[in-house]
């Protein structure tokens, strides 16, 4: 294969081009099938342009699947409106059902009443038959089984419009019990009254055949024609009986014949004679029987005639006929008015329950006429979506096969181009070594580049003063926005801002850096970078911040954890040094911290910070605090904690100016001790972060007690810096350091042996536009300042046997 393989980028897809290609190729069979497809599924002349070459394909297929899904989802649709008419169809129903119960549980209910009735009229009717049979007057009991009545053309016609009805059936078999009950009432009036008549007509007789005679003719006839038939029977089997007798004593009684002599023995007797004995026995026997029973019914007869006979005929008996038949003419009266009233309100009831389900009945008719043409409509709709489904799928599973197609030559591509991989990855590797040859002398000049770049770096710090400015101005705050305040600063580049006065007024600045209300700490911090490579090499570095409160000092200085700040950048970058020249050095690094907190020296680091009052000595290194905490660190995270340990004892407090201002001068002194391996030369190096306390106006920040004497000697301080400042500008002989302990023990910093670098913090707007006139006329002198040239502190000893 050759080395030199190019792979070209696919043009850009036009669908404009395919157009124009499928025009020319003539296919107008498989174009006009597209076409069709289109149509059929709804597409526009647009949708053109997501086919052709192999994303077209792809987007067909995924054109194809969404459309369908929405086929799927139509037809789901259109399922489930169907599911929705057929339960509006079986709610129908029910609602139908539930009325037919609701009119079922309405009879049920009335004819349990009128079971109720039926059982008080039968209650009625055996007291009548009780007061009857107590008054001695014949009656026949009722059975409960009532004789029809005759049926009225009117009411065959109610029973046929009521067949079917078990409320009207119970009703009619009601009607006919009363019925039989009031003709039988009538029977048994004519009956009480015929043998009241005959007891009352009978005369009265002395003799018993005339007494007898007298009951017989006061016997109503079936009674007479009953014991005449009985008296016959009885005649009758008395002479059966009486000739049985006789028949069976001459036999058993007939005498021998003495004169004669004894007679033979009798011969024995036949079968047939015994047979015919024991039959005549049994006559006798079945004879005897019916007598006894003839004469119970003769006995019986006698006795309730007997009871008619003396049957209490009084005035007292009429008067409680006449009160029950008053009590069953008021019982009639009221079965008659109950009757008349059940028979209303069930001709109520039915009316409106035959209403009522008529106008279901009409509604149920014309849901169940509209949802069938739902129906038929949502089948034909889901007819259709299935045909067009169907069709889809096969055009689907073409562009699968297609798309499987594709996938077989992407896969070949996909190995072709990794043998092409493999090809440059050997080209590669062998430019890789040639520049590698070409390059092996890097390492050394950058060694020999970066040694002369120290020295060109200190040479132009020396030319250009020891002292460095950089400005930095805070962003405005959403409060200051709020109560209106305006930005007074002019930024017309990187070194040089103008500030606008009270009245008008405009004056410009000059620093080595200006940063706007924009900047960030990557870009503060790279102003400062290039200093903490002359710790390492034996200088004594200053850096601190200045300004009002609440001008940003804390945050460029510490920053937050999340953006960080001057102080853990320094920090992090001498450490970073450090660890990559562990092969020519050995550094040893200790640190302390310290405030200056009315104008009494604070150790941060020792266990009673609140209560140390240190003081500033002189040695032979330079000024140094006496019983000064200093610990060794041996990494970053080292210093971190111990900054962490330091800001928990710190003063701070809050103001009108800033909600956590700080109370006090703060001091992170690092020491680095450096041995040349190779030389054994030391060198010391000393690094000092100050972060300064807000120089304030009392008028603003409101202070007032402790506050007030904290801010005084605030004041003092800062003012003694502006002096020594001053004095230093002005080539003064004698220069104010021990005038505060602050300037005392920064002598060494601002005396001339040191590089120091000031950032001048400030405000924008308006409302602390004189405070910032302050800071930069302030930095203004600071930049002034001619300290002369560095010193490098290097001592050099014996080498170790």
Request: charged residues 30%.
């Amino acid at each position: 294969m050759s080395r030199n393989i190019a792979f070209s980028r696919p043009a850009t897809y036009n669908p404009s081009l395919v157009r124009k290609a499928s025009a020319f190729d003539g296919d107008d069979e498989d174009s006009a099938r597209r076409q069709q497809l289109k149509e059929e599924l709804g597409l526009t002349e647009d949708d053109d342009d997501n086919e052709g070459g192999d994303g077209g394909k792809k987007g067909g297929d995924d054109d194809w699947r969404r459309r369908c899904e929405d086929a799927m989802t139509k037809l789901k649709v259109a399922l489930e409106n169907e599911e929705k008419a057929q339960s509006s169809l079986s709610k129908l129903q029910l609602l139908s059902k539930s009325q037919t119960a609701i009119l079922k549980s309405t009879f049920d209910k009335k004819l349990k009443s009128k079971e109720t009735m039926v059982q008080d009229l039968l209650q009625v009717i055996a007291d009548h038959e009780s007061k009857l049979k107590t008054g001695g007057i014949p009656y026949e009991a009722f059975d409960g089984v009532v004789a029809e009545r005759p049926t009225t053309a009117s009411s065959a016609a109610t029973a046929a419009s009521d067949e079917g009805d078990p409320s009207m059936e119970a009703l009619a078999a009601l009607k006919a019990q009363v019925d039989a009950l009031t003709d039988e009432n009538a029977a048994l009036r004519k009956k009480a009254a015929a043998v009241v008549g005959s007891s009352a007509a009978a005369p009265t007789a002395t003799s018993s055949s005339s007494e007898d005679k007298s009951e017989k003719e006061a016997l109503p006839p079936q009674y007479l024609k009953k014991m005449a038939t009985l008296e016959h029977e009885k005649q009758s089997l008395l002479q059966l009986l009486k000739d049985a007798q006789m028949k069976l004593s001459a036999q058993k009684a007939k005498p021998s014949d003495p004169t004669t002599a004894a007679p033979p023995p009798p011969a024995p007797t036949t079968a047939s004679n015994t047979e015919q004995l024991d039959a005549l026995e049994r006559k006798c026997t079945k004879a005897e029987t019916e007598l006894a029973k003839a004469l119970a019914k003769v006995d019986a007869t006698e006795k309730e005639l007997r009871t008619l006979k003396s049957a209490d005929t009084s005035s007292t008996d009429r008067v409680k006929l006449a009160e029950a038949q008053t009590q069953l003419a008021a019982a009639t009266a009221k079965l008659s008015d109950v009757e008349a009233t059940f028979q209303a309100k069930h001709d109520k009831l039915k009316a409106a329950a035959e209403a009522d389900l008529a106008k279901l009945k009409e509604q149920a008719k014309k849901s169940i006429v509209d949802l069938r043409k739902k129906l038929e409509t949502t089948s034909q709709s889901s007819a259709t979506l299935h045909a067009r489904l169907a069709k889809a799928k096969g055009d689907v599973m073409k562009h699968k096969t297609e798309l499987k197609a594709l996938k077989a030559d992407v896969v070949s591509l996909v190995a072709a181009l990794g043998a092409a991989n493999k090809e440059v990855a050997r080209t590669i590797e062998a430019r890789v070594k040639a520049q590698t040859d070409a390059l092996a002398g890097v390492v050394d000049n950058y060694k020999r580049e970066m040694k002369e770049r120290k020295r060109l770096f200190n040479l132009v710090q020396e030319l250009q003063g020891n002292i460095r400015v950089l400005c930095r101005f805070r962003p405005i705050s959403k409060s200051e926005t709020a109560n209106g305040s305006k930005v007074v600063t002019k930024f017309t580049g990187h070194e040089e801002v103008s500030l606008v006065g009270e009245k008008g007024k405009a004056k410009s600045y000059e620093f080595e850096h200006v940063f706007d209300m924009t900047s960030t700490q990557d870009q503060v911090f790279a102003q400062v970078k290039p200093l903490i490579t002359s710790v390492l090499d034996g200088f004594n570095v200053c850096i601190f911040a200045y300004g009002q409160t609440g001008s940003g000092k804390t945050f460029t200085m510490s920053g937050s954890p999340d953006n960080p700040g001057i102080n853990p950048r320094a920090l992090t970058e001498l450490f970073a040094l450090k660890h990559g020249r562990t092969k020519e050095y050995h550094d040893d690094i200790q640190v302390s911290i310290m405030e200056i907190y009315n104008e009494v020296i604070r150790d941060l680091l020792a266990d009673n910070a609140a209560s140390t009052n240190l003081s500033v000595r002189q040695g032979t290194n330079g000024n140094f605090v006496q019983g000064l905490t200093m610990v060794p660190v041996k990494e970053v995270t080292d210093v971190f904690n111990l900054i962490t340990k330091g800001n928990q004892n710190r003063s701070t407090h809050a103001t009108d100016m800033n909600e956590h201002s700080s109370r006090s001068h703060s001091i992170l002194s690092i020491y680095v001790k450096s041995t040349n391996l190779a030389t054994n030369v030391v060198a010391n190096g000393k690094l000092h972060l100050v972060d300064l306390a807000g120089s304030e106006r009392l008028s603003k920040t409101g202070a007032e007690g402790q506050r007030l004497k904290e801010a005084q000697n605030i004041n003092q301080s800062l003012s003694t810096l502006g002096n020594v400042i001053q004095a230093r500008a002005n080539k003064q002989k004698h220069v104010p350091y021990r005038d505060s302990s602050l300037t005392y023990l920064l002598q060494d910093s601002l005396g001339g042996d040191s590089k120091t670098l000031m950032v001048a913090c400030s405000s924008p707007v308006d409302y602390n536009a004189e405070e910032s006139f302050c800071t930069l006329n302030f930095a203004s002198r600071a930049r002034c300042v001619e300290m002369g040239k560095a010193t490098k502190h290097v001592t050099k000893t014996a080498k170790a046997e």
